[in-house]
């Protein structure tokens, strides 16, 4: 299997304040990889770093090509779609018009419809909802928006940043079967920030532990499971 | 009653001129939450370019056409060049901004054309239409037609293209935008140039009315304003409503009311300012969003 990314000594700064110190990491084509840590480890900046959202410096490859020089929006029409942390819903348009809004950036937009289609396949409360104002729908919805929206562009790369944050664990728990169908389905690979480490761990296949802006801990999930420090302060037990 | 009838529709026909320029405000103050102070002297700015093309001999819809496309290019240069350095300041900044600007277009025009006001010709037949005892002006009547017919390529250019959609959402959640791949910053500068068309229409339609000077469009601003702050800054479709509402108010109090006249005509766009900031300061299609939390 090939890297899909490739992230080479990335740091990242908020002004002055740097919040990655060199976070290297390279993911399969097609696999879930799952990023933990504490909060203000650096996970979400990380993916903000890959979308070009915070100002960068070291490589980030995608596919091959580099992209730490690209604005956001050529990342996205590259084929990376970021979900963020607190979903990013468009609450005055309405459902379909927000999965308008995700196809907005393909290349392809032939096979559109289709694509319609498959989300809402994914989704099937999206379409009972189509023509409802995004802001009505509850936050377990508007998540599966976010991701349904995510995947309209057609991407080989989600990046999705606390899925589960602010949800009832049954809903958290659909969400999450989901992602597997899609990944598994679709072939989208997906890079995952998540607070809930043990519903992280059983998803992705490999995983690695950002401390303060560092990668401190990187393989399988099926090892790291049983990693003691791992098991002690992310899984509670 | 005839009087009532033909008062309600010269009203509508103000109104439109009204509606157009506080759709455009809408469209800049939805995007950016700034009000563009400068809305009128560019619509002032436009119309005289129309005329200098008329005066070299263009016709009519040829120089109403070029002066569109000058329009909107302008208002996204100006966009571009002077409002986007100074985006991330405070509101006031940019709100200072555009009072600059407000008065470099309008001392500019004084230069370039003096401030001799100057007839402007109107596209529609002289001829009145007479229905019953009431009397339509032509140009009136145009005048709606023109302002009803933007309204309903810009609703449908927002609500049935992906630019239109595009940007809808940039103008609600820019981050969310940038991440779907939308130019967001282009797509404030597309939104500055729709609000300058829109106003060039407004200026080229009230031009006939009021005859053409650097300070044409003064008074329209607050009325527009008044039609803005009525409909709810929010939603251009109060806006369009709020501008007709204004309008019709307006020529119905002038008439009705002795002591107003045309005189305090404008003191009624400001009374309703006050008393719509007073009494419902969304204004009346104000959003008041229904959202699950």
């Not at chain 1, 990380?46 to 050529?74: H, N, Y």
């Amino acid at each position: 299997m090939s890297a899909i990314l490739e992230v080479e000594k990335l740091e990242a700064f908020y002004g002055r304040t740097q919040a990655l110190h060199g976070v290297s990491f390279a993911m399969e084509e097609g696999g879930i990889t799952t990023v933990l840590g504490a909060n203000g480890a650096g996970k979400t900046t990380t993916l903000r770093a890959i979308s070009a959202m915070v100002r960068t410096r070291g490589a980030v490859r995608f596919g091959g090509a580099p992209i730490e020089s690209k604005a956001t929006e050529q990342i996205v029409a590259m084929g990376i779609a970021h979900v963020p942390e607190g979903r990013g819903t468009f609450v005055d348009l309405t459902v379909e018009e927000n999965l308008r809004v995700g196809m907005y950036a393909r290349r392809n937009k032939r096979n559109a419809a289709r694509d319609m289609e498959r989300v809402f396949e994914f989704f099937p409360i999206l379409r009972q909802r189509r023509k409802q104002h995004a802001g009505t729908l509850s936050g377990g919805e508007q998540q599966m928006l976010a991701v349904a929206r995510a995947l309209m562009l057609g991407p080989r790369l989600l990046l999705l940043d606390e899925p589960s944050l602010g949800l009832a664990p049954l809903v958290v728990r659909e969400i999450f079967r989901i992602l597997r169908l899609i990944n598994q389905e679709s072939r989208v690979s997906i890079l995952l920030v998540e607070q809930n480490a043990s519903l992280a761990l059983d998803l992705a296949d490999h995983v690695f532990l950002l401390e303060t802006g560092r990668v401190v801990l990187s393989g399988t999930s099926d090892v790291l499971k049983k990693d003691d420090a791992i098991r002690r302060s992310y899984l509670g037990y | 009653m005839d009087t009532f009838i033909q008062q309600v529709l010269s009203g509508l026909a103000t109104g439109g001129i009204y509606a157009s320029l506080a759709l455009a405000l809408v469209m800049i103050y939805q995007a950016t939450d700034v009000v563009n102070f400068a809305q009128g002297e560019m619509a002032m700015f436009a119309t005289y370019l129309a005329w200098t093309f008329m005066n070299a001999g263009m016709s009519y819809w040829t120089a109403f056409l070029l002066t569109l496309t000058i329009a909107f290019v302008g208002g996204v240069v100006i966009q571009r060049v002077v409002i986007r350095p100074v985006e991330n300041k405070p509101i006031l900044t940019i709100v200072i901004v555009t009072l600059g600007l407000l008065v470099i277009l309008n001392s500019m025009a004084g230069w370039i054309w003096t401030y001799l006001q100057k007839p402007f010709p109107s596209p529609f037949p002289r001829e009145p239409i007479r229905m019953g005892t009431v009397v339509l002006g032509t140009h009136d009547m145009g005048e709606i037609a023109v302002t009803l017919v933007m309204l309903a390529l810009l609703f449908l250019f927002f609500r049935f293209t992906p630019l239109g959609l595009a940007m809808r959402a940039a103008a609600q959640n820019p981050l969310s935008s940038r991440l779907a791949g939308i130019r967001v910053s282009w797509m404030l500068a597309l939104g500055w140039g729709l609000a300058a068309t829109f106003g060039a229409v407004a200026g080229i339609m009230v031009a006939p009315i009021l005859t053409l000077d650097p300070n044409m469009m003064g008074g329209i601003q607050i009325y527009a304003f008044a039609a803005a702050t009525l409909g709810g800054f929010g939603s251009p479709v109060g806006a369009v409503v709020g501008g007709f509402l204004v309008g019709v108010v307006e020529n119905l109090v002038g008439t009705y009311v002795s002591f107003i006249g045309t005189e305090l005509k404008l003191t009624v766009a400001l009374a309703m300012i006050i008393v719509v900031l007073l009494v419902k300061p969304s204004g009346l299609f104000g959003r008041t969003h229904v959202r699950r939390v």
